[in-house]
């Protein structure tokens, strides 16, 4: 079993910033590969960027190529998404989620996920 905790969320205004975190427990942290995925309301929950379980690997979507950055701390189990550059169209509820065995942006291949946490971005 695994577990994830997103934190970080919150208010910021156009062209601020955010770094959300989530912390992973209950597996061999450094062999699980992480995404991150947002749903706005009304819309489908959509791929954000993902980091390989090796960190070798990252990933993004095109709407956030050169604002957003993924990147992992072994040591505290913890993957981290600095959001930069923040636009209204990023608001959303972001989640992150684990697999094993899989690197991809594939929804269905990621068995665990967090409860989300909400980024709203505000003009």
């Known amino acids: 079993q695994v577990q994830l905790l997103e934190s970080g969320g919150g208010l910021v205004q156009t062209g601020g910033s955010l770094r959300l975190s989530c912390a992973v427990a209950?597996?061999?942290?450094?062999?699980?590969?992480v995404a991150w995925f947002r749903q706005a309301p009304g819309k489908e929950r959509e791929y954000v960027g993902g980091?390989?379980?090796?960190?070798?690997?990252?990933s993004y979507v095109d709407s956030v190529k050169g604002r957003f950055t993924i990147s992992r701390d072994n040591a505290k189990n913890t993957v981290y998404l600095q959001m930069n550059s923040l636009k209204r169209e990023d608001t959303a509820v972001y989640y992150c989620?684990?697999?094993?065995?899989?690197?991809?942006?594939?929804?269905?291949?990621?068995?665990?996920w967090g409860q989300g946490t909400q980024v709203t971005v505000s003009s």
């Open positions: 209950g597996r061999t942290f450094s062999s699980t590969a």
């Open positions: 989620a684990a697999a094993v065995g899989y690197w991809g942006s594939t929804q269905s291949q990621y068995t665990y």
């Open positions: 980091i390989s379980s090796d960190a070798v690997f990252t």
